[in-house]
């Protein structure tokens, strides 16, 4: 992914909210690799009827696309990070749409192929580490999202949560992946 450029996002959705379409297209432009990307896969196969999963991104945009007044960034990654937290409520009300009359899947994460974060903590602990992820300060999620789950380089992380190089963003996250584990452990 290159820097986002000469235009911040924070500025590019004050720009949006105003009704400037170029704002909001180049919004879209930056976010919806990213956002496909991640969302690829992750749709069980029971639940893919009549939707898919770039549908799924399509009305995850248009969501927060609408509701851009109530959005306040405090970083350049959190509107990603409020894109991925739309998407994955998306997705699990597929999951119940797919599965009528088995209870509320709300908690549930939808079956999917094995992503980075996945591999790094298992699948068994998937729910356990989105859990602990609200138990950190919006910053250190903000950094563990967009390096884990979006493969942004320490760089580019550096550039969203506004750390003052990439050395300083690999420490934020190393840290708060060290809070994440002792948590998922009991520790804490």
């Excluded at 969501?63 to 994955?88: M, V």
Aim: with cysteine; hydrophobic share 45%.
């Amino acid at each position: 992914m290159t820097p986002p450029g000469p235009e911040a996002t924070a500025v590019l959705l004050d720009r949006a909210r105003q009704g400037d379409a170029d704002a909001r297209d180049r919004l879209l432009a930056r976010f919806l690799p990213r956002l496909r990307s991640w969302a690829h896969g992750r749709l069980p196969a029971p639940a893919r009827g009549a939707v898919d999963t770039d549908d799924l991104v399509q009305v995850t945009l248009i969501k927060a696309l609408a509701h851009l007044h109530e959005f306040e960034p405090q970083h350049e990654g959190a509107f990603l990070a409020y894109l991925r937290r739309i998407l994955l409520n998306q997705l699990r009300d597929e999951l119940r749409r797919a599965r009528p009359g088995r209870g509320d899947a709300g908690d549930e994460l939808p079956d999917r192929a094995p992503s980075l974060v996945e591999e790094a903590i298992g699948r068994q602990v998937l729910e356990r580490y989105e859990e602990a992820l609200l138990s950190l300060d919006e910053r250190q999620r903000e950094a563990v999202i967009l390096r884990l789950e979006f493969d942004y380089s320490h760089e580019e992380v550096a550039l969203a949560v506004g750390c003052p190089s990439a050395n300083a963003a690999r420490m934020l996250v190393s840290r708060a992946l060290l809070r994440l584990a002792e948590i998922l452990d009991g520790r804490i």
